[in-house]
């Protein structure tokens, strides 16, 4: 299983300052590995079709969903109150069989976390507010780096919430993080792509 980590991408077409798939082409070319889509608020079929139109722009198998459904996808991301989706012990299950292919073909399962995680099933969290964030302002406290990094212990982290400059990616990457998870600071950015880039080249370092 491939734990999401560099450069992790949440979507919000309400603040983004082009359309979405632009945005999300962008931040892919200056280096975004994997994508989260939000936009919980859309109906099933509008989020079932752009979920199709961000596959064909995002790596192969790197568009996590957020929510239960994957949307005929394989990676879900979880808030901090939704149960685990029946998809997810299914693959579970079939994984059992000590198949490798149906290894392969379990489903990525992250989750949203703002202290301890209790985690099942999950792979991966997102840890969050590392820094103030202007988008979700108040919420907090945050947690800074080293503090997200005693809550996750060993669990893989991705550090969210005002990661949006050079010296706070070194500082949740010396942490331990896997990754940094990113959203405002790409969504609003007239060049997503530059802003990704900068980003990455600091995980990478």
């Given at each position: 299983m491939v734990i999401p980590s560099g450069v992790v991408v949440l979507t919000d077409r309400r603040i983004a300052a082009r359309p979405?798939?632009?945005?999300?082409?962008?931040?892919?070319?200056?280096?975004?590995?994997?994508?989260?889509l939000r936009e919980r608020d859309l109906g099933y079929a509008?989020?079932?079709?752009?979920?199709?139109?961000?596959?064909a722009i995002v790596p192969p198998g790197r568009l996590i969903v957020a929510g239960p459904d994957p949307l005929g996808g394989a990676a879900v991301h979880l808030a901090a109150r939704d149960s685990v989706p029946r998809c997810v012990w299914v693959s579970r299950a079939a994984a059992l069989l000590t198949d490798t292919q149906q290894e392969q073909q379990q489903v990525l399962v992250g989750r949203s976390c703002h202290g301890f995680p209790r985690l099942?099933?999950?792979?991966?969290?997102?840890?969050?507010?590392?820094?103030?964030?202007e988008t979700k302002p108040g919420y907090g406290p945050a947690l800074g780096a080293k503090r997200a990094a005693q809550l996750a212990g060993d669990t893989p982290w991705l550090a969210l919430g005002g990661v949006d400059e050079a010296r706070r990616v070194a500082e949740c990457v010396a942490a331990g993080a896997s990754g940094v998870a990113v959203l405002g600071a790409v969504m609003r950015a007239d060049d997503p792509e530059r802003v990704v880039r900068q980003l990455a080249s600091e995980v990478a370092a």
């Open positions: 979405l798939p632009e945005v999300v082409a962008a931040a892919v070319s200056g280096g975004a590995s994997w994508v989260i509008e989020r079932a079709a752009l979920a199709a139109e961000l596959r099942l099933v999950e792979h991966y969290v997102t840890l969050s507010p590392i820094y103030p964030t």
